[in-house]
T-cell receptor, first 113, second 113 residues
Framework: GNSVTQMEGPVTLSEEAFLTINCTYT??????LFWYVQYPGEGLQLLLK?????DKGSNKGFEATYRKETTSFHLEKGSVQVSDSAVYFC????????????FGKGTTLSVSS | DAGVIQSPRHEVTEMGQEVTLRCKPI?????LFWYRQTMMRGLELLIY????????DSGMPEDRFSAKMPNASFSTLKIQPSEPRDSAVYFC???????????FGDGTRLSIL
């Protein structure tokens, strides 16, 4: 079946550290891939997306590259800030009618100063 | 631009009572999604609509749960009768198509005593 697997958290980092959150997927066909972020007490917000192989999505210093050969979409940031503390969700959607986003379980990131 | 609007933001009620959660999607969006989020189960898709028609309700946990979308600008999720295990944050999201990024509301935090 179609699924998304994220590294389990929590991930605890000091400010200005390098961040990687791993995400791999299983899908029939060619999905679009997304990262969503959820700040405390809020709904999910789209962080970045990639719609085809080798695309790189980027936003707010975060990047993720759609790797078809490894079925991965790892999230990276070169220097995290305390304000990046949140839960990050990797998700995919199949580009066909009658389907919806499939989310990973989320990874909690905690950044301390 | 107004985002997805959910009401109420918080609801506390006694078990056995009927609960109605409301959602106004972004104008022009034709897909609407209801999710439930708990610590134990993470983010679960309950049901989604496309052009006001329910497409997939396989995530609705029991017959106690029902959802309607009488028009393009309004949807409800009803729980009757409510039980303590229904306590969760319920999110509504909308998108301009099934395969497009979803925009989330701020959620309704439901507590059933």
């Amino acid at each position: 079946g179609n699924s998304v697997t994220q590294m389990e958290g929590p991930v605890t980092l000091s400010e200005e550290a390098f961040l990687t959150i791993n995400c791999t997927y299983t899908a029939t066909g060619y999905p679009s891939l997304f990262w969503y972020v959820q700040y405390p007490g809020e709904g999910l917000q789209l962080l970045l997306k990639a719609t085809k192989a080798d695309d790189k999505g980027s936003n707010k210093g975060f990047e993720a590259t759609y790797r078809k050969e490894t079925t991965s979409f790892h999230l990276e940031k070169g220097s995290v800030q305390v304000s990046d503390s949140a839960v990050y969700f990797c998700a995919l959607i199949l580009n066909q009618a009658g389907t919806a986003l499939i989310f990973g379980k989320g990874t909690t990131l905690s950044v301390s100063s | 631009d107004a985002g997805v609007i959910q009401s109420p933001r918080h609801e506390v009620t006694e078990m056995g009572q009927e609960v109605t959660l409301r959602c106004k999607p972004i104008s022009g969006h034709n897909s609407l999604f209801w999710y439930r989020q708990t610590m134990m189960r993470g983010l679960e898709l309950l049901i989604y609509f496309n052009n006001n028609v329910p497409i997939d309700d396989s995530g609705m946990p029991e017959d106690r749960f029902s959802a309607k979308m009488p028009n393009a600008s309004f949807s409800t999720l009803k729980i009757q009768p409510s039980e303590p295990r229904d306590s969760a944050v319920y999110f509504c999201a909308s998108s301009s198509g099934e395969s497009q990024p979803q925009h989330f509301g701020d959620g309704t935090r439901l507590s059933i005593l």
